[in-house]
């Protein structure tokens, strides 16, 4: 297969309302006057996606924040790959920091998920990514080098996979790694998927996120083996993830 496309996805984690689909509106309006040379993703709260599917929107794709390990069954509260799939998601976030940390999501768990989202027909879109703790032990590549190994699915594809790298401490708080530390840990990412899926390995997405605006997004985005970016705060106004998605429009 060809290489997939770049990809600038928001995540909203648990933020957005009703009122907030303007917002999606106001985006895809943007994207139409501007033809954008990445692929461009939003995946709001579960509670919007069916409103946002209805728009019929030409230049957005719709995913989730998560899924279940189960197809379906006895699991109060919880939604399957299959009904997200179902309701018009395209991708599926799995194993973002902020469930591996505050729902006890381990390697494995993730791994299962990331293979429903795969076996639906999604693309799972797979997190990775170290502490301070870890970042200031030097111990980032071990982790990062073991998240992937054991996080994805050994049937993973360009169409069915991305990677996601987001160093905890950058969620939020403002700072950001270096570009020589992007540039490395990407590049150990994309050494361990060329060895485990060969040609696959070579095409498979892999995303930085962690604090990206639209001051550092050219500079992030222009990194070797930097395929995009995964976007929490600065995706919920459509101004502001727009000048992110822009940054493509200065490379070739
Ligand atoms: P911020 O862009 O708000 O740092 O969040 C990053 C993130 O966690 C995206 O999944």
Known sequence: MIKPKPLVAGN???????ASLNEIIKLNDFLGRSAPKCDVLICPPVTLISSIVQLNLEHV???????????????????????????????????????????????????KKATQAQTVGTTAIICVGETI?????????????????????????????????????????GKVPTVGSVKEVHAVIRKVLVERFGNDGDKINILYGGSVNASNAHTL???VNVNGALVGGASLK???????????????
């Open 12 to 18: 909203w984690k648990m933020n957005g309302l009703r």
């Open 238 to 252: 459509a101004d502001d993830f727009f000048n992110i998605i822009s940054v493509y429009d200065q490379f070739d």
């Open 61 to 111: 794709f719709i995913g989730s924040q998560d899924c279940h390990t189960n197809t379906n069954g006895a699991h109060t509260g919880d939604i399957s790959a299959e009904m997200l799939r179902d309701i018009g998601c395209s991708h599926i976030i799995i194993g973002h920091s902020e469930r591996r940390v505050g729902h006890g999501e381990d390697n494995e768990i993730v791994n």
């Open 133 to 173: 703790h870890e970042y200031e032990a030097k111990k980032t590549l071990e982790v990062i080098v073991s998240q992937i190994n054991s996080s994805i699915p050994s049937h993973a594809t360009a169409e069915n996979t991305i990677i996601a790298y987001e160093p905890i401490w950058a969620i939020g708080s």
């Open 221 to 223: 985005m222009s990194v």
